[in-house]
């Protein structure tokens, strides 16, 4: 099997980069995330709770959950890697969406099952297409909503219409990584998952600013996290990366205001690059991905970015090779941002920075 590919880092000697490859959050951790982390230090002679219980009890008073319904993972990644292990396999078959984010595919492939992609509708996950492309023997569907790397939602309504189109036997699992960012005011997806079945994703790495402490978690039904428990290598949180992610649960005002600083950059950043010509679809995320007239000008843009120290994602792995995927990050890169992209299309006088 391909490796899973991460963003290409390089830099020019001597420059100072600006990461925007990555979706991390453009902000460091709550000072309580870190306070807490460092108070976790002096007791690291032991080993971590292998409940996790003050961080699922910090998740489960944040959202009003049951405790014990909530598992949590070193990154949701580790969750996705547990599900495809207990779910999928040699003879089954996984089904996530055309731009479904890449991960799905390589823990798929990991479980020695088989991947099918649905086509997406501009941009956006289609529940049509889904249902159609169900098979006998798919097992579990994969949605990311908000998307990566689209950055694009589909409503609540159209995952509870996908759940029922769905047999009971198939495990819906949908990842809401960027979930903090999604303001569109509906009620969240945690309830589906009393219907039996389904999965809510959820990770401290993007509006937490906590993806170096490797946190996720999930909300799963009773019998799921039976399974997943079994295989999960409850080790693998450190004591450090609990108390973070705890600390950080219980100060939504700082998760909040980081969010809506960095949605107020995204869009008046869209805007600016859809009045040079380029497409962008509607984000809900720390990401805006971007489309260019073709492959040329895609590879011109990045490497031009790239050479003066904007680490930006190409998108050729998605068969998107005429996309760059574009993290929000401070207002000085944002603005830098905008107008090496201007330059790259040799149109820099038309950007009002
Ligand atoms: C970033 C991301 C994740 C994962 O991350 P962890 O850092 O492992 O929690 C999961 N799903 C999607 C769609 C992501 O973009």
């Not at 219409?161 to 809401?176: A, H, K, Q, S, W």
């Not at 859809?274 to 590879?299: C, I, M, W, Y």
Request: hydrophobic share 40%; proline share 5%.
């Amino acid at each position: 099997m391909a490796g899973y590919a991460l963003a290409d880092l390089q830099l020019p000697d001597g420059i100072n980069p600006a990461p925007l490859a990555q979706n991390e959050s453009c902000f460091p951790p709550s000072p309580k995330a870190i306070d807490a982390a460092a108070q976790a230090m002096t007791c690291a002679q032991f080993y971590p709770d292998p409940g996790q219980t003050d961080l699922r009890q910090s998740i489960a008073s944040v959202h009003g959950l049951n405790i014990d319904n909530i598992v949590c993972g070193a990154g949701s990644m580790e969750l996705i890697s547990a599900l495809t292990r207990c779910y999928a396999g040699p003879g089954l078959r996984v089904l996530t969406t055309q731009y479904g984010y890449a991960f799905f595919r390589t823990a798929s492939i990991m479980a020695e099952a088989e991947i099918d992609f649905a086509p997406e509708v501009d941009f956006t996950v289609s529940v049509d297409t889904l249902l159609a492309a169900v098979q006998p023997t798919t097992n579990i569907i994969f949605v990311a909503n908000p998307g990566n790397p689209t950055g694009t939602v589909i409503p609540r309504g159209e995952l509870l219409r996908l759940r029922d189109g769905l047999d009971e036997n198939v495990l819906l699992v949908i990842d809401e990584a960027y979930g903090e960012f999604n303001d569109s005011n509906e009620a969240p997806m945690f309830d589906l998952v009393e219907r039996g079945n389904t999965v809510v994703l959820r990770t401290f790495s993007k509006a937490y600013s906590l993806a170096g402490m490797r946190m996720g978690w999930g909300l799963f039904p009773t019998e799921i996290v039976e399974q997943v428990t079994k295989i999960l290598c409850l080790g693998s949180a450190s004591v450090a990366s609990l108390a973070a992610a705890a600390a950080a649960m219980l100060d939504q005002d700082y998760m909040k205001s980081c969010c809506a600083d960095v949605a107020k950059r995204r869009d008046s950043f869209a805007k600016d690059l859809s009045k040079l010509g380029l497409t962008v679809p509607q984000s809900k995320t720390n990401f805006v991905l971007v489309g260019f007239r073709d492959e040329a000008e895609a590879v011109r843009t990045e490497t031009h970015l790239r050479q003066r120290g904007v680490l930006t994602r190409g998108m050729g792995g998605y068969g998107l090779s005429h996309c760059i995927r574009i993290t929000i990050g401070s207002a000085e890169e944002m603005d830098l941002t905008g107008q090496l992209i201007g330059e790259a299309l040799g149109r820099f006088s038309e950007l009002a920075i």
